[in-house]
């Protein structure tokens, strides 16, 4: 209840703070520079979906459904840049090619950035999907790339098209890489406004329309999924498909188009980030601070993530296990952290914290208090996932056997959600150390992280310092990351010989209420 | 030893009824099989007796205690009732030891503990297989340690949900064996729910047939075959052979001819629907012998023997016959039959 209750604080304060501006609402709403601002973001977020569509369903066919060269180690490589924050993604861009800025620039980044989003969960939906459905329709005479486009795709699409529902709240969200790319997004403007003047009703009202947008793509990516959910009808564990031969030259086009992607994604920010290092390296670099950043960073992910999952483990058991109205308000509420964008609910925190919560306004508590609304989904997702895994009938025999509620909660819901929870934890760890505009806003007075050092370096152009903290904060974000895939992938081999209906973990979330939060 | 009663149970789910006011006595130290079609309500009866279904209306007790009353629901925990439900449930995060410890009392260390374990595992043939994890275990092995996990606390009614339907056709036969001698060597209450009549037939000392949310019938096996108490338990326990025919008496006049009865008091003489078992009809080659001529239709062989399909020879209207036979026989013979034991007869 109380998780619930804290998820719904920032849109609260929101509405509270648009219905006091009153007849302004209609002015602020009626800039002409409103509209314009409206326009330029459904563009980027358009484009970085569709791209991101393209290149994830692609990218998880070639992997999975071919014998592409060195397949398993590229499935690997590719999803990688999920440990690349944008924000350090678009700092290497500006630093290394200074025409990379606007619409093109903050295309470029947030696509090779966040197509994991939509490949993660095709991959896992594309291996576990029965090939037996393919095979009917080639016998019916389909052509492979017709059985391809009508029926795999088809097959896929749940899972694809809720990865593209987080690249496009991502898109919609994200505050560090269009801020550097200097392209004026939504949170771009929120927070120019915010800094600009004393008056915040503008900003306040902004972040309303951006949530109203937010909500308004997450019912619309819905609606594109309706009565395409699948199920496997019958019994029986489903087979592997055979992988598709590629020629000499097919493959050589798919292994050059792969690598073209890792390169943009992956090996370029990464060789920027070390040519401004070395670079930076005569000069000197601040190690003290490096240090201090670094363990800063870490401290707060770690409290914050405890924070969350101790929110979101009740939550989840609770709503995976028992349905009623109650249970569903309880989720609903938590999903609604989801639907703000992380600088929203920053904004709403700091009004919330000059006005009722002095005492606690730039301290550590309430920054934790963000992180947990922001995160709290991609927790309750995790756990509520793997607790579905496990058959209610297992927790039954425990009853029976003379196991109280809790003593079952103890000694058998927990344990076999343990996997679950763990990776869970991992995504909301990973999630903090690379979230920005939440801790720029909220962190403790005098307090910096590996973000927002970077974030002040660039800030004032001095990419050679800067690029110490992107490399810490990459090479800290990795662990976690590989954490999760390990995870996921334990996760999807007991699923097989398990419930093959239930998605296993929150990486690959094909139904709706599990998907995640974007930083 | 203890017995189960249910009273006018009743449980809606919407506008289906699971359970329709049933009553059902179960003797303390049987072994009562729940037969019926799948959506039959015979699960939903069992999770009432284990306390995860709230019944509408209706009382339960178990071992003369009252745990399911209007205002009165004992929690799961408190009933002594394990289950064994479909697929086992072992808990897949415990080696085999640790699942059969699970409803002990003591820690697993201890020698008590240690003792009731080893002891559960020789009980079902499974000595020395404590530390395995339960994916290393066949469908029948996990089955079995599923019902040492429910056994092992002692506890007075033991459910087990369609607990081999998982299992292929021949570790069936053989675990349905096992589990009976260790149902017996315990003495334990046991309900168990099968949409199986053969496993029914052959496993319990009592089969309750259930069809819609009502109990039909509840009687020993040989009752429930030989004497069902209507047309729908006759289809559902068997193969059924439906005459047209009337009834004069202790006899029912069919195109087989007069047939001798089982019981006379319940169907008044005249238009009835006499009914035999495919066993019934013995089948002979040589037609020149006295009986009925009818043409073979079709053979399905199964071994043992075979289920020959027949058409009647010169009935109006067209009368199918099943029988059983182990004579070589052909689609397209023509064969005598006749009739042996009496038939049941139903309202038509």
Redesign the interface.
Known sequence: MAGALLALLPLGYLVLRTVEAGDRVGAILTRPGTLELVGRSLALVGTVTTLCLVLGVGLAALVTRTTLPGRRVLAVLLALPLAVPSYVAAFAWVAAVPWARGFVGATLVLTACTYPYVYLPVVAAMRGVDPAQEEVARSLGRGPWRTFLTVTVRQVWPAAASGGLLVALYALSDFGAVSLLQFDAFTRVIHTSYRASFDRTPAAVLSLLLVVLTVLIALGERRSRRGLEQTRVGSGVSRRSEPLRLGRMAAAAATAAVLAVLAVALAFPLASLAYWFVTGLSAGVDVERLVTSTATTLLLAVLGALVTMAFAVPIGVLVARHRSRATSAIELGAWAGHALPGIVVALALVFFGIRVAQPIYQRTPLLLIAYAVLFLPAGVGAVRASVAM??P??E?????????PLDVLR??TL??A?PGVAAGTALVLLTIMKELPATLLLRPTGANTLATSLWTETGVAAYAAAAPYALALVALAVVPTLWLMHAQGRLGESGE??DPCEPPTSLDQPSDPHRRRVP | MSTVTLEGVTKAFGATNALDDVDLTVAGGHLTAVLGPSGCGKTTLLRVV???VRPDAGTVTVGGATVEASGTHV?????G???V??EG?????LDVAANVA??LPGRRRDRATAGRVAEMLALIGLEGHGDRRP?ELSGGQQQRV?LA??LA?S?GVVVLDEPFSALDAGLRAQVRTEVRGVLRAIGATAVIVTHDQEEALSMADSVAVMDRGRVLMHGSPAEVYQRPADLVVARFVGDLVELPGTKAGATVETALGVLPLHGTAEVPDGPVLAALRPEQIRVDGRIERHGHRAHVDDVVFQGHDSIVRLTLTGSRPTLRLAARSQAPLRPGDDVAVRVIGPALAYPR
Do not use: M
């Open positions: 496990s058959s009938r297992v039954e025999v425990a009853r029976s056997l003379g196991s109280r000694r058998v344990p076999l343990g010989s398990g | 284990a306390g995860f929690a799961p925990e408190r009933r009732v394990a289950i439900p479909q449930a072992l808990f897949p995060h699970f409803g994916d599923a996990r429910a606390p506890p």
